[in-house]
């Protein structure tokens, strides 16, 4: 049986041993390798479960809403579209499809695993907006505390005296991640109010005057950040479950 070729260029048959050499050299063959086990694994997750369950009508009217938006409602001009792009009505149609059932898929593993998930990465998720003067001595800092205590100006004494590029902006800093916070200074914003002054604070050598200007709590409220999250755990499942195949690559 005569073996196709995996390329033709410039009516030139490109073999798949020599495409394989050409990604190797490049050295983008693991990543070639790695979205076919991708699309393997969730193509065989998919048709194992009995939980994924995609309405056509689903499937056509999202195909009317992409060919309205992208002014495709002349069939010719659609045509035209699919040829210049490269595939057909079935394999656009299929595409579409399997887009719901991947997203199906997503929800079905992710969101029993969601709430635990949320608290455990919730420290990175919850976020701080603080202002900052920073100098290199506690005498300083001390002294500015006080005269801050006293009625003067944080913003203009971050402006005179912080070595903190954000001086320009009377050192204003976030928002900011609170688990990237150094642990010194995170137990005592997440005991302070908005508008409370902290420290001196040493850090990394320098001294700290910090206050609080606005706590930004995470919560699975948040559409985008919930979405975030299931992308998260589903790319840990599909890794895990790529892990666990035994892969063959056979060139000759």
Same mark, same amino acid.
């Given at each position: 049986?005569?073996?196709?070729?995996?390329?033709? %260029? @410039?009516?030139?048959?490109?073999?798949?041993?020599?495409?394989?050499?050409?990604?190797?050299?490049?050295? =983008?063959?693991?990543?070639?390798?790695?979205?076919?086990?991708?699309?393997?694994?969730?193509?065989?997750? *998919?048709?194992?479960?009995?939980?994924?369950?995609?309405?056509?009508? &689903?499937?056509?009217?999202?195909?009317?809403?992409?060919?309205?938006?992208?002014? &495709?409602? @002349?069939?010719?001009?659609?045509?035209?579209?699919?040829?210049?792009?490269?595939? @057909?009505?079935?394999?656009?149609?299929?595409?579409?499809?399997?887009?719901? =059932?991947?997203?199906? &898929?997503?929800?079905?593993?992710?969101?029993?695993?969601?709430?635990?998930?949320?608290?455990?990465?919730? $420290?990175?998720?919850?976020?701080?907006?603080?202002?900052? *003067?920073?100098?290199?001595?506690?005498?300083?800092? #001390? #002294?500015?505390?006080?005269?801050?205590?006293?009625?003067?100006?944080?913003?203009?004494?971050?402006?005179?005296?912080?070595?903190?590029?954000?001086? $320009?902006?009377?050192?204003?800093?976030?928002?900011?991640?609170?688990?990237?916070?150094?642990?010194?200074?995170?137990?005592?914003?997440?005991?302070?109010?908005?508008?409370?002054?902290?420290?001196?604070?040493?850090?990394?050598?320098?001294?700290?005057?910090?206050?609080? #200007?606005?706590?930004?709590?995470?919560? &699975?409220?948040?559409?985008?950040?919930?979405?975030?999250?299931?992308?998260?755990?589903?790319?840990?499942?599909?890794?895990?479950? *790529?892990?666990?195949?035994?892969?063959?690559?056979? %060139?000759?």
């Amino acid at each position: 049986m005569e073996t196709l070729p995996f390329l033709t %260029v @410039d009516d030139q048959p490109l073999s798949w041993q020599r495409a394989v050499k050409y990604l190797q050299t490049s050295g =983008k063959l693991g990543q070639f390798v790695g979205e076919i086990l991708r699309q393997y694994t969730i193509e065989q997750e *998919i048709q194992t479960r009995e939980d994924i369950d995609i309405s056509p009508a &689903l499937t056509e009217q999202a195909i009317i809403d992409f060919r309205l938006k992208n002014q &495709l409602t @002349d069939p010719q001009q659609f045509q035209e579209w699919l040829k210049n792009n490269g595939t @057909d009505y079935a394999t656009f149609h299929n595409s579409v499809n399997l887009n719901f =059932k991947i997203e199906k &898929l997503k929800e079905v593993i992710t969101q029993p695993k969601l709430p635990e998930y949320f608290i455990e990465r919730k $420290i990175y998720l919850d976020r701080v907006v603080v202002s900052r *003067i920073i100098v290199n001595n506690r005498e300083l800092a #001390e #002294e500015l505390h006080a005269q801050i205590e006293e009625g003067a100006s944080f913003e203009q004494l971050a402006r005179e005296y912080s070595l903190a590029q954000d001086k $320009i902006v009377n050192g204003m800093m976030g928002p900011i991640s609170r688990g990237t916070m150094p642990d010194k200074l995170r137990a005592a914003i997440d005991v302070a109010n908005p508008g409370d002054l902290v420290g001196p604070i040493e850090i990394e050598e320098s001294y700290g005057l910090f206050r609080l #200007e606005q706590f930004l709590s995470a919560s &699975l409220e948040d559409t985008q950040l919930k979405q975030a999250l299931e992308n998260e755990l589903f790319e840990k499942w599909l890794a895990e479950k *790529i892990q666990k195949l035994t892969v063959k690559l056979q %060139v000759n």
